[in-house]
């Protein structure tokens, strides 16, 4: 059989330049195999950001020009060069099997983005860098990694805004300042965002307490997992691959993304710069703090090892901040015994109708209480294995005072696929609300911290927070799954 009237999986091409046999092999998650005259050498779908048709080709030549946009790992490599944690490459390649560039092919919807970018400068792509963000690895991804792909489709610096974070407040200024005026305009924007949940949570927070125009057009956020536990990246899938999203970023579908509000509280605070500040939350009209989630709103144990494991040092670690923090909570080294949280919790859940149905809990005591709408907070963490990828659901975990030990456990077989849920200690329940009342014996306002997707609110005492499920006309943006 000629090359040219190869089969869909397999081809006679060239790979960087030289005469290669290949052969694509759809199966788990998809490998092509490239076999030149030195040997073999292996492709796998997950460490390709795309396949693109280079425009420059000369169109006399036998065949169009293709390349494959390949992001080799990663930690290996970064233990012998520290500055080399990603290994892009752009490799040439002729007469790639047709399956193959199917499945790694970008969506129409980047495809227009792409080719209206270069028509239309003024159509908005920007990329927020969040630097403070996980380990602070985002600038040296956009630089390795994002600036030569971008490059490789025909986008130049020019074609894009850059904005990268001097200070914690700079992904709320910026979407304030410039990204809802020109939604409210009524322009078509897309944010590449390489941050944790929290550029996510921020961007969202001003969209759903600004007002918005009849002529409001939702932005549309591709998200590159740099945080600490990306549960949003690692809970909608966008993190299955090893592009940390940027694949997802360029082949995804938009889909909204479901929320919630929790209220509180008047006095309640935001606790900000590790805790030693306090700024005031935003209020509703009837003068209540509000804040918009779209992951979590816990208290108690996962609350406090949130907050307190958010400080410089802590975050040199990784996720295993939060694995510390939890440990000194657990088993403080004073020798005292954990704190065992104390309020009155009621549920909402909705009936056939749609009618709000409230449920008080008998039990006032408790050690870890989690109300989330996605499945994991970690990569490896599935805290609520029942929700499924933006499902809108949200779900509640509950312990009671449980030894240290027990706690322990159960986070040990969240750790390992989300067993935990069926242990009998553990209530695990579908809801659309909650509400938290603090006991007024909690004086230490250490036991009073709320986590909002990783924001630490302080209630006041004796205070309150409610979160509720958001219905559509909280669809203020979209992000790319
Ligand atoms: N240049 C900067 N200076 C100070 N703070 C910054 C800067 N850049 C980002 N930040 C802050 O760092 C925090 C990073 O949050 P983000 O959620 O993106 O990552 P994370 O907390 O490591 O991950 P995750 O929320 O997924 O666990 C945010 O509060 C953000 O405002």
Not at 189 to 215: F, H
Not at 270 to 285: H, K, N, Q, V, Y
């Amino acid at each position: 059989m000629p090359a040219s009237q190869a089969n869909s999986f397999a081809s006679a091409g060239t790979i960087r330049g030289k005469d290669a046999d290949l052969t694509y092999d759809p199966e788990n998650g998809g490998t092509l195999t490239i076999t030149v005259s030195e040997g073999k050498e292996n492709i796998h779908n997950r460490n390709i950001i795309a396949v693109i048709n280079d425009k420059k080709y000369r169109q006399d030549a036998k065949f169009p020009l293709q390349k494959i946009l390949l992001l080799t790992n990663d930690e290996a490599t970064a233990s012998k060069s520290p500055r080399k944690v990603f290994n892009f490459e752009e490799v040439n390649a002729t007469n790639l099997p047709q399956s193959f560039v199917d499945a790694n092919s970008l969506s129409p919807r980047t495809v227009n983005l792409f080719s209206v970018k270069i028509e239309e400068p003024a159509f908005h792509l920007y990329v927020i860098i969040s630097v403070g963000s996980g380990t602070g690895q985002a600038q040296q991804y956009f630089d390795d990694v994002v600036k030569p792909a971008f490059s490789a489709f025909g986008i130049q610096e020019s074609g894009y805004e850059v904005y990268v974070t001097s200070s914690s407040t700079s992904i709320t200024d910026f979407i304030g300042a410039v990204v809802l005026p020109r939604a409210n305009e009524g322009r078509p924007q897309t944010i590449l965002l390489l941050s944790g949940d929290g550029g996510v949570v921020d961007t969202l927070n001003v969209l759903l307490s600004s007002s918005r125009s009849l002529d409001y057009v939702k932005p549309v956020i591709g998200l590159v997992a740099m945080g600490t536990g990306n549960a949003l990246a690692n809970s909608t899938g966008l993190n299955n691959d090893l592009t940390r999203g940027l694949r997802r970023f360029f082949r995804g579908q938009t889909c909204s993304l479901p929320t919630f509000t929790a209220t509180f509280s008047p006095g309640s605070e935001a606790l900000i710069d590790e805790g030693r500040r306090t700024e005031p939350l935003a209020t509703s009209s009837d003068g209540f703090g509000i804040v918009y989630g779209a992951v979590v709103c816990s208290w108690a144990l996962h609350a406090s090892l949130v907050a307190d494991s958010d400080t410089t040092e802590y975050r040199k670690f990784g996720t295993a901040r939060f694995q510390m923090a939890a440990k000194e909570l657990l088993t403080p080294s004073d020798g005292s015994a954990p704190h065992v949280y104390k309020g009155k919790i009621t549920l909402t859940k909705r009936n056939e109708h749609g009618e709000g149905v409230q449920q008080a809990l008998e039990a006032q005591e408790f050690m870890y209480i989690l109300a989330t709408l996605v499945s994991n907070l970690e990569e490896t963490l599935v805290i609520s294995p029942y929700s499924r990828p933006l499902d809108g659901q949200i779900r509640l975990l509950q312990l009671g005072p449980i030894s240290s030990a027990d706690v322990m456990r159960i986070l040990g077989l969240a750790f390992q696929g989300g067993g935990h849920v069926d242990d009998e200690v553990v209530s695990y329940v579908s809801i659309d609300g909650m509400r938290i009342d603090f006991d007024d014996r909690e004086q230490d306002s250490r036991w009073r911290r709320v986590c909002v997707d990783g924001k630490i609110i302080r209630a006041s005492r004796g205070g309150w927070v409610e979160m509720s499920k958001n219905d559509s006309t909280a669809d203020v943006l979209d992000i790319i799954a």
